[in-house]
């Protein structure tokens, strides 16, 4: 069965760095594009990064351009989101997905996307 496990949330100080994880389980992850979302209280979820199967193509939402960085390991399965320069209006909770297609384009809309991660809490507070 299909599975994406996030981990690597917790609670820093503005300026800090999280790395992000996003494990997949049940399938080779390399064949599919996987976005990151965040979903912050009383808010939309929305897209913050995405990246292609090949890892070529990536994209992020432009409050997080330059601090951000996606990535993808092959061999581990996983696909990562090094966060960086974290301020307080990034705190949310941070979930990992992917369509049921290969191949599929990048998206920043979470409607395009079939299987979820339970998600993981990114708290940015002093």
């Known amino acids: 069965q299909l599975q994406l496990v996030e981990s690597g949330g917790g609670l820093v100080q503005p300026g800090g760095s999280l790395r992000l994880s996003c494990a997949a389980s049940?399938?080779?992850?390399?064949?599919?594009?996987i976005g990151w979302f965040r979903q912050a209280p009383g808010k939309e979820r929305e897209g913050v990064s995405c990246?292609?199967?090949?890892?070529?193509?990536?994209n992020y939402l432009d409050s997080v351009k330059g601090r951000f960085t996606i990535s993808r390991d092959g061999a581990k399965n996983t696909v990562y989101l090094e966060m960086n320069s974290l301020k307080p209006e990034d705190t949310a909770v941070y979930y990992c997905?992917?369509?049921?297609?290969?191949?599929?384009?990048?998206?920043?809309?979470?409607?395009?996307?079939?299987?979820w991660g339970q998600g993981t809490q990114v708290t940015v507070s002093s």
């Open positions: 990246i292609s199967t090949s890892g070529v193509i990536t």
């Open positions: 049940g399938f080779a992850l390399r064949y599919y594009t």
């Open positions: 997905a992917t369509h049921r297609k290969t191949y599929y384009a990048c998206s920043g809309r979470p409607l395009d996307y079939d299987y």
